[in-house]
């Protein structure tokens, strides 16, 4: 079954994606995402420009030794914008290979673990009372596992805290600057977590991401400061480009913790792994490899009992979220799956047989993924440059964002 062609959509229902299409000599064609949040535009020419001609004539069903090609051939190895190509077109390919043999994907990578996917959404406020109400709406609407971020006092735009009904980090424009102390933020998280599990009890799942701005230390001291509220994860404590970093932390806190959403290889967490210095691995589909490599990710984890918890902000498109609920249900160590449910814009674009109810989801049983791309309705919204925004410290130095 050769691959005849393919083409790139970049589209802008709501935010931004970039999705491969790949069409097979017999009529079936495969999506994949491959969306990188304020660097669409390099993935969508690495793709077209070095990707597309190097697939033409290949037998689609190839998808390990296509894995290979495009990885080893490259010579230049690894990075977001080279694992995201790649990542697309596995995903693309592992779509057409459930559609060829009328499988959804889960059933090609050896069937469910577990009846669904335990997701967790996002709950947020500008005060802890406000977070407190956020979180109650999240529980009301059936989630079993809610992460809280809350506004600090002095601070403008903290990571996290959204300005309508779901957070959107990325905006249109230049990059927009924020101001970060993590003395202050330091004096909001416990409280904010001690009265969010006396207003829920011992039963409802509390996460929260730190999203990178702490060094290990600091780390250290919010772990054992929320030991007491028992969260199911504590995320991105501090940036781990130096994996061992983390034996710092981990020497200190309990708190069980999570990383990896900006990983895109094994590589990146072989360290966190083997040393047992993380609790879930959160790779994703779109950002690590595709399908093909996360299952290398879990199986490696599996051995050190890190279970995944794989990214699934907005800026992971409808194709990812697919492909991850298909990855979710059938690997063995899956711990949770982050959900932020899209605009009605992107839903439209994106027809879908995912589906959310009671704190768990599902990728459906339709051959293949299970999404589509509205080609007709993806052109109403054309591709508009946006940025992630920018943290300085109070003094003026750049911080991590
Ligand atoms: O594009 C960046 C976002 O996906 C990221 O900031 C979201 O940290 C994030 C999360 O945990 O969802
Ligand atoms: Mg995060």
Same mark, same amino acid.
């Given at each position: 079954?050769? /691959?005849?062609?393919?083409?790139?959509?970049?589209?802008?229902?709501?935010?931004?994606?970039?999705?491969? #299409?790949? =069409?097979?000599?017999?009529?079936?064609?495969?999506? +994949? *995402?491959?969306?990188?949040?304020?660097?669409?535009?390099?993935?969508?020419?690495?793709?077209?420009?070095?990707?597309?001609?190097?697939? &033409?004539?290949?037998?689609?069903?190839?998808?390990?030794?296509?894995?290979?090609?495009?990885?080893? +051939?490259?010579?230049?190895? #690894?990075?977001?914008? !080279?694992?995201?190509?790649?990542?697309?077109?596995?995903?693309?390919?592992?779509?057409?290979?459930?559609?060829?043999?009328?499988? @959804?994907?889960?059933?090609?990578?050896?069937?469910?673990?577990?009846?669904?996917?335990?997701?967790?959404?996002?709950?947020?406020?500008? !005060?802890? *009372?406000?977070?407190?109400?956020?979180?109650?709406?999240?529980?009301?609407?059936?989630?079993?596992?809610?992460?809280?971020?809350?506004?600090?006092?002095?601070?403008?735009?903290?990571?996290?805290?959204? !300005?309508?009904?779901?957070?959107?980090?990325?905006?249109?424009?230049?990059?927009? &600057?924020? #101001?970060?102390?993590? &003395?202050?933020?330091?004096?909001?998280?416990?409280?904010?977590?001690?009265?969010?599990?006396?207003?829920?009890?011992?039963?409802?799942?509390?996460?929260?991401?730190?999203?990178?701005?702490?060094?290990?230390?600091?780390?250290?001291?919010?772990?054992?400061?929320? =030991?007491?509220?028992?969260?199911?994860?504590? &995320?991105?404590?501090?940036?781990?480009?130096?994996?061992?970093?983390?034996?710092?932390?981990?020497?200190?806190?309990?708190?069980?913790?999570?990383?990896?959403?900006?990983?895109?290889? /094994?590589? *990146?967490?072989?360290?966190?792994?083997?040393?047992?210095?993380? *609790?879930?691995?959160?790779?994703?589909?779109?950002?690590?490899?595709?399908?093909?490599?996360?299952?290398?990710?879990?199986?490696?984890? =599996?051995?050190?009992?890190? #279970?995944?918890?794989?990214?699934?902000?907005?800026?992971?498109?409808?194709?990812?979220?697919?492909?991850?609920?298909?990855?979710?249900?059938?690997?063995?160590?899956?711990?949770?799956?982050?959900?932020?449910?899209?605009?009605?814009?992107?839903?439209?674009?994106?027809?879908?047989?995912?589906?959310?109810?009671?704190?768990?989801?599902?990728?459906?049983?339709?051959?293949?993924?299970?999404?589509?791309?509205? =080609?007709?309705?993806?052109?109403?919204? @054309?591709?508009?440059?946006?940025?992630?925004?920018?943290?300085?410290?109070?003094?003026? !130095?750049?911080?991590?964002?």
């Amino acid at each position: 079954m050769r /691959i005849v062609g393919g083409k790139v959509v970049t589209c802008c229902p709501g935010r931004n994606f970039v999705t491969l #299409r790949l =069409e097979t000599e017999d009529g079936i064609h495969g999506l +994949g *995402d491959a969306t990188l949040n304020g660097r669409e535009l390099a993935v969508a020419s690495y793709l077209t420009d070095h990707v597309l001609p190097l697939l &033409e004539g290949r037998d689609a069903r190839r998808i390990e030794d296509i894995w290979q090609l495009l990885y080893k +051939g490259a010579y230049w190895r #690894r990075g977001p914008v !080279t694992m995201t190509a790649i990542a697309a077109v596995d995903t693309a390919l592992w779509d057409i290979k459930g559609k060829t043999l009328g499988a @959804p994907v889960y059933q090609l990578l050896g069937g469910a673990s577990r009846d669904a996917v335990l997701v967790y959404g996002h709950a947020s406020g500008d !005060t802890i *009372d406000q977070t407190v109400e956020a979180v109650g709406r999240y529980v009301a609407a059936g989630y079993k596992a809610v992460r809280a971020q809350c506004g600090v006092p002095g601070l403008t735009k903290p990571y996290g805290v959204a !300005t309508g009904e779901h957070y959107e980090p990325a905006a249109p424009g230049l990059p927009a &600057e924020s #101001r970060w102390s993590s &003395e202050r933020y330091l004096e909001v998280v416990p409280p904010l977590f001690a009265e969010l599990r006396s207003a829920f009890g011992p039963g409802l799942h509390l996460l929260h991401d730190v999203h990178h701005r702490l060094t290990p230390i600091e780390a250290a001291r919010l772990g054992r400061a929320l =030991e007491p509220h028992h969260l199911f994860w504590m &995320e991105d404590p501090t940036p781990a480009e130096n994996q061992a970093s983390f034996r710092l932390i981990r020497q200190h806190t309990t708190t069980p913790l999570a990383v990896g959403e900006v990983f895109n290889s /094994i590589f *990146d967490c072989q360290l966190l792994i083997q040393e047992q210095l993380i *609790d879930y691995i959160r790779t994703t589909v779109v950002h690590a490899g595709g399908i093909s490599h996360l299952r290398k990710i879990a199986s490696l984890a =599996e051995l050190h009992q890190v #279970r995944t918890g794989s990214h699934g902000a907005t800026d992971l498109g409808p194709v990812c979220l697919a492909a991850a609920l298909h990855f979710d249900l059938s690997v063995h160590n899956f711990g949770i799956q982050e959900y932020m449910p899209h605009a009605p814009e992107t839903d439209r674009v994106f027809p879908h047989a995912y589906s959310f109810s009671d704190g768990v989801m599902h990728p459906g049983d339709a051959p293949g993924l299970g999404v589509d791309l509205d =080609e007709v309705e993806a052109a109403k919204y @054309p591709y508009q440059r946006a940025y992630l925004p920018l943290a300085r410290l109070m003094d003026g !130095t750049m911080h991590s964002w």
